[in-house]
């Protein structure tokens, strides 16, 4: 079975600073979908930004980056000039074409000021 | 403006009593899902649905049914509610091909005593 680990339950960051989050994940497939997905306080989860594993090129989406390390099963997302609305739970994801979706258990984020 | 809504976002139910959360999504997604929400777990897959009428069991399906009779509207049924099924509940769409983002709705905060 699949599964996603993200081994940081709680991390903060200086406004401005940058931060990374870590994904491990485990699959045996090789074409999937990975996902990081935001969920602010009391608001609504979104997309922050997916990674098809069959491309090498690293997702960007403006601040957001990661860095997709597919023989090791890593998908870190860096955030770069932290802002205090980055403040929420980040979720890892995978998506294997529809056979398998799993979450990871989330890393809360704090910027500070 | 893409949109998940959810039935209530607030519920309190006695223990044994038969529980309906719904879920609509206005934009012709083939796929629904719902999910759980628990701190230290983040969303786990309860049921997905692939179109009207079709239904795939996910990782937590125990205690839970689904039934989706139209394409925008997708049902989760507790047939009788017990106080581990306290929980946050999320429902989201995707479509079937392309980016595959799920998009969310508000969640349902589900209060079982």
């Known amino acids: 079975a699949q599964t996603v680990t993200q081994s940081q339950p709680e991390m903060s960051v200086q406004e401005a600073e940058t931060v990374t989050l870590s994904c491990t994940y485990d699959t045996s497939e090789s074409n999937y979908y990975l996902f990081w997905y935001k969920q602010p306080p009391s608001r609504q989860m979104i997309l922050v930004i997916r990674q098809e594993a069959y491309k090498q090129q690293n997702a960007t989406e403006n601040r957001f980056s990661v860095n997709f390390q597919k023989a090791a099963k890593s998908f870190s997302l860096k955030i770069s000039d932290s802002q205090l609305g980055d403040t929420a739970m980040y979720f890892c994801a995978f998506d294997n074409y529809g056979q398998n979706f799993v979450f990871g258990p989330g890393t809360r984020l704090s910027v500070l000021p | 403006d893409v949109k998940v809504t959810q039935s209530s976002r607030y519920l309190v139910k006695r223990t044994g009593e038969k529980v309906f959360l719904e879920c609509v999504q206005d934009?012709?997604?083939?796929?629904m899902f719902w999910y759980r929400q628990d701190p230290g777990l983040g969303l786990r897959l309860i049921y997905f649905?692939?179109?009207?009428?079709?239904?795939e069991k996910g990782d937590i399906p125990e205690g839970y049914s689904v039934s989706r009779e139209k394409k925008e509207r997708f049902s989760l049924i507790l047939e009788s509610a017990s106080t581990n099924q306290t929980s946050m509940y999320l429902c989201?769409?995707?479509?079937?091909?392309?980016?595959?983002?799920?998009?969310f709705g508000p969640g349902t905060r589900l209060t079982v005593t």
């Open positions: 934009m012709d997604h083939e796929n």
């Open positions: 989201a769409s995707s479509d079937r091909q392309g980016a595959r983002e799920q998009y």
């Open positions: 649905s692939y179109d009207v009428k079709m239904k």
